[in-house]
């Protein structure tokens, strides 16, 4: 691969957006429902539309754009730089931001600007991943995560990472959103980062930092849905949607027609194209897929299958690349590997059931879908450890519905394993997270387990020092909007018994208050005090020891994995290599010690001089490791 990768033309990737090349602009706006367009140079910004006057565009500012086939409209304009802005005249007076923009500087209704993919120098030119099996995710969100809020702040913080033993980091969505804060799932113009973060070229420099560190960059994309505010596609664009499928955001976005008015070609490479776009012109190590089981595509190849397979073709032998679902659907297809063991599509998934089997076991609630591992949280979580899914084909107890397919072939690198994260922390009425929720004494030996599983761990920010600050839900809508959500979220909550209250239920933070978005903000501060250094110091020592022990034993090969069940609150788990290696987890969650039969080889957590070995205290967790032959003991 070239030394420097963002001279690649974005055109290669994408058809969406404009193209700089040394003489000016060429710009396309795919608009099938009209039979005329004109493109709008916006100079209102401060921002030079032109290079110099020999070669300035036409002093009138509106641009007439030739249409071809599909509904493309294209024009080329001499003389136009970088700083330009610019908007699309869609009929009745009405100008809309490029649905392929590179940057909004005044947010989603206002014009976008000309980016240039190659103004931004890169350092660490060489870098091509890490694999898979050392990934150790930390998943934050960069308006939270530091006091600044911006790309350029969590660069500070960089260093914190490495300390602690993180291989990777996987950010929240950054797509153009509505407003100065939000989660980032409401984006609406998907190919621009958003200002309230930085420029494109900040996202670069946090790339760069990172990678010199040795630390992936994952990003969460979503192609589930458009935000509520700010998406004017079905204006100009209504084949980007149908009714053919319904979802919780009303109508579906169209992957899948192929009739008169159901054109899907352009829909499909949109969010195709995206995702080539940030993993190529941002270097990015891999991408987040959010909720796909609300992807609705009948066709084959379906969405999610054709995005994977583009990203493998266009990266193959260049850069380790990683692609993570988050899919309700326990859809084990998508995570089948080839005959060398690498994944055909998508390198793992979001293991929800893992974290549902522990968050009853360390909290003891059963509401929502919790119900479906309330009668035996053990039982699911030896299925997780040992399988990948708890939810096979069976039927939930929380839906009525069967789950899930088979997928005890698939290796622990396929499932992503996790106490916490932005949904099961934000989507609390309160935002609590664990450490406010269960005592030290249950949550210790449990965040032992995940971070020493030979599946990868991920880690949501300030979980590791047992961070204080809530992470509340909230956004930056307009007043009738902010409303309408306000009151839907408190709604939401009315079916729980907790909140039957309608006085509990006004307490719930409203989302659009400043107060709720810095409330959630991260006090790094605390890491020094206790019990928060405690905490940290569990964190450190448990990925240390992953580091030395589980990465080699997991780059062996896991070959097999048994499960024992000595009574209702014990458990024993092996795990075999190919190389001959034992990995062993003796968990008891009794109120009495437990005696296991002795594991082979020797002891790697807790570290405690003189333990007894194979006699497990209450709600407790022992580690065992015999090294594969020919490993360092």
């Known amino acids: 691969m070239d030394a420097d990768r963002a001279d690649a033309a974005t055109a290669a990737v994408t058809p969406f957006g404009p193209e700089l090349d040394a003489d000016g602009v060429r710009f396309r706006f795919w608009a099938p429902a009209l039979d005329a367009v004109t493109l709008h140079l916006d100079t209102s910004g401060g921002a030079p539309p032109v290079r110099d006057a020999a070669t300035a565009a036409p002093a009138e500012r509106d641009h007439a754009m030739t249409r071809g086939e599909d509904g493309w409209f294209e024009c080329r304009i001499p003389g136009v730089a970088a700083g330009a802005r610019y908007r699309f ?83 929240l969505p950054v797509a153009d959103f509505p407003g100065a804060r939000n989660w980032g799932y409401d984006g609406v113009l998907l190919y621009a980062p958003d200002s309230s973060y930085g420029r494109p070229e900040d996202f670069k420099a946090l790339v760069d930092a990172a990678h010199e560190r040795g630390l992936m960059v994952l990003l969460d994309v979503v192609y589930n849905h458009f935000g509520p505010d700010g998406n004017y596609l079905g204006l100009y664009a209504p084949d980007f949607f149908t ?34 776009y940030w993993l190529d012109e941002f270097r990015l190590d891999g991408l987040r897929l959010d909720a796909v089981h609300a992807i609705a595509d009948d066709s084959r190849p379906d969405l999610i299958e054709e995005l994977a397979t583009r990203v493998r073709q266009r990266f193959a032998g260049q850069h380790e690349m990683h692609l993570v679902l988050e899919n309700e659907h326990n859809a084990a297809r998508y995570l089948f ?83 916490q ?16 929720l269960a005592p030290r004494e249950k949550l210790e030996p449990l965040t032992a387990l995940f971070l020493l599983a030979p599946q990868p761990p991920l880690l949501w920010m300030g979980e590791e020092w047992g961070a204080s600050a809530p992470f509340q839900y909230f956004c930056d809508f307009d007043r009738e909007l902010a409303a309408l959500v ?117 002891m790697i957590w807790p570290v405690v001089a003189g333990e007894l070995q194979a006699v497990v205290p209450p709600w407790g967790a022992q580690w065992y490791l015999q090294p594969p032959r020919g490993a360092a003991p």
């Not at 994260?421 to 406010?436: C, I, K, S």
Request: glycine share 10%; charged share 25%; hydrophobic share 35%.
């Open 89 to 171: 005249g869609v009929g009745t007076g009405l100008r809309v931001p490029d649905p392929g923009s590179r940057f909004q500087p005044a947010d989603c209704h206002g014009p976008s600007e000309v980016v240039d993919p190659h103004a931004y120098r890169w350092r660490c030119t060489e870098w091509r991943g890490r694999p898979w099996h050392e990934a150790v995710v930390y998943e934050l969100h960069l308006g939270t995560f530091t006091a600044a809020g911006t790309f350029r702040a969590a660069i500070e913080r960089l260093d914190h990472l490495v300390e602690l033993g993180v291989t990777a980091l996987e950010i």
């Open 243 to 276: 009714r053919r499928h319904a979802t919780p955001w009303g109508a579906a976005i169209n992957y899948d027609g192929r009739g008169p008015g159901e054109n899907s070609r352009w829909v499909r490479e949109y969010a195709i194209g995206n995702a080539l």
């Open 337 to 419: 590997r080839d005959a060398r063991g690498r994944p055909r599509l998508h390198t793992a998934q979001w293991n929800d059931d893992l974290h549902h089997a522990l968050h009853v076991l360390a909290t003891g609630e059963t509401h929502g879908y919790y119900l479906a591992y309330a009668a035996d949280p053990l039982r699911h979580l030896a299925r997780c450890l040992a399988e990948g899914f708890a939810y096979q084909g069976e039927k939930s107890p929380y839906s009525s519905e069967p789950r899930g397919e088979p997928s005890g072939g698939l290796p622990p690198g396929a499932f992503l394993g996790f106490l």
């Open 421 to 436: 994260n932005h949904d099961q922390v934000g989507n609390r009425a309160f935002g609590e997270r664990l450490a406010h």
């Open 486 to 602: 306000r009151e839907g979220r408190r709604q939401e909550f009315a079916r729980f018994p907790a909140f039957a209250d309608p006085a509990l239920r006004e307490r719930i933070p409203d989302p659009n208050a400043l107060a709720t978005f810095e409330r959630s903000k991260l006090d790094w501060t605390e890491r020094e005090r206790q019990p928060h250094r405690d905490w940290l110091a569990l964190y450190r020592e448990c990925l240390a020891l992953r580091r030395a022990h589980v990465v080699p034993f997991v780059a062996d090969g896991v070959v097999d994995a048994r499960v024992e069940r000595p009574s209702a609150g014990e458990l024993r788990v092996e795990w075999r290599s190919r190389g001959g290696g034992v990995l062993t987890l003796l968990l008891n969650l009794d109120e009495r010690p437990a005696t296991f039969e002795s594991p082979p080889g020797a």
